[in-house]
């Protein structure tokens, strides 16, 4: 048994007995080092009395509670790095990162077992153990990963209490650990690496914790937040190294700067589930309920108001300030004026530049239009997108 630390230590009720604790024995804290089970040197042969024997069993014992907990299993046919966030606690800008041991497997052997990565809520600390055989890894890893769920599930109420305080968030959709792929010092063409990230899926928002949420200000400075209606889910694959249930789940996000990708690595085909459905629903009830969103742009050089409509499609308003005359048109200062409108059935195709420029192209009269809006089209792109799947969903054409 291993355990990485960049904190802390805690004491221990010994007598307090409860089925989602885990107890593990021959564990004493370190920081910043790791304890394998079979490294652990081996007692004396001399004759030692059996109240010492107790005593020390009872001091070489450690009982972990599962709330918010995660697990990580590196399989023997891999060589994963699980990455640990830095001390909150450090006041110094130059933080470093705790990072697990892959498993290298010696060449007297074909394999050497699975470590199981039981991880703490703060995403600092987590404790390793390490199995003869990945069918025992597997084994305990359903059954701790079960009783971690169960616990989420009682405590789901409680978070949403925090997120409506702090974010005003109506309703959690989806919660829960994934591991994100990232780029680490020491990932190689035959490793990767990847990060504990809590995700709190809302009614409007997706949310990227550096570790569990904990408390109200948890909740308030997430690490990363998107607008569900700026995402998309890529179609999910099978992780061709690791055996049993493990997929890759991919998110790409519409932003001013262009696409941002994240690659998650998701433990079991429930998990896949949960979150494939999750998200998807969630994209389209949030169309429903907003029903409209307005995109700053230029058209032939003049200042509008992109407005995207769930039931009307697309319509071109002028900005009110703008100053600008088009051909046969008197000056539009001060008044709205509208300047064309299209449903989403008269779409044939849309294309953009990445940079500031988007290309829709329409049946009949209107043709094709140029638009610019000033940074990436991704986002409008994104919620074109979602705008669509909505639509598609309610008659029936998608799941």
Not at 118 to 127: E, F, K, M, R
Not at 128 to 140: I, N, Q, Y
Not at 212 to 236: F, G, H, K, M, N
């Amino acid at each position: 048994m291993q355990k990485q630390s960049s904190s802390y230590s805690r004491k221990q009720n010994h007598n307090q007995q409860s089925q989602d604790n885990l107890t593990e024995s021959n564990i004493s804290p370190l920081n910043s080092q790791n304890k394998d089970l079979s490294n652990t040197k081996k007692s004396s042969t001399t004759t030692t009395s059996q109240q010492t024997s107790n005593d020390s069993m009872l001091y070489e014992t450690k009982r972990i509670s599962l709330r918010l907990c995660y697990i990580f299993r590196r399989s023997s046919v891999t060589n994963d790095i699980l990455v640990l966030s830095s001390s909150s606690s450090s006041s110094s800008s130059s933080t470093t990162t705790t990072t697990t041991t892959p498993i290298t497997a010696p060449s007297t052997s074909t394999t050497n077992g699975s470590i199981l990565d039981i991880v703490l809520p703060y995403a600092q600390t987590c404790y390793s153990v390490r199995f003869v055989d990945d069918m025992h890894a597997r084994k305990w890893f359903h059954i701790i990963h079960s009783k971690i769920s169960r616990c989420l599930l009682e405590i789901l109420p409680e978070i949403e209490e925090y997120f409506y305080v702090a974010r005003h968030a109506n309703e959690v959709k989806a919660l829960g650990w994934l591991t994100e792929q990232v780029n680490n010092d020491e990932t190689t063409s035959l490793t990767k690496s990847w990060k504990p990230v809590f995700l709190v899926l809302t009614d409007a928002e997706i949310c990227f914790l550096c570790c569990a949420p904990v408390s109200r200000q948890t909740c308030r400075e997430p690490d990363l937040v998107y607008s569900i209606l700026s995402t998309r889910l890529v179609q999910s694959s099978r992780d061709q190294i690791n055996d049993g249930d493990v997929s890759l789940l991919s998110l790409r996000v519409g932003t001013k700067f262009g696409v941002v990708s994240h690659t998650f690595r998701v433990e079991t085909k429930a998990d896949l589930n949960y979150w494939t459905k999750a998200i998807s629903q969630c994209l389209q009830s949030a169309v429903v309920r907003i029903k409209e969103v307005v995109f700053p742009c230029k058209w032939n050089n003049r200042t509008c108001k992109l407005f995207l409509h769930y039931e009307h499609g697309f319509t071109l308003y002028s900005d009110p300030t703008d100053s600008v005359t088009s051909a046969g048109n008197a000056t539009s200062t001060g008044n709205v004026r509208l300047l064309w409108q299209q449903p989403f059935e008269k779409l044939r195709s849309s294309a953009d530049d990445n940079e500031h420029l988007l290309t829709l192209d329409f049946h009949g009269e209107e043709g094709v239009v140029e638009l610019d809006f000033g940074t990436s089209p991704k986002p409008f792109v994104f919620h074109l997108h979602a705008f669509l799947s909505a639509k598609a969903a309610r008659i029936g054409l998608v799941g």
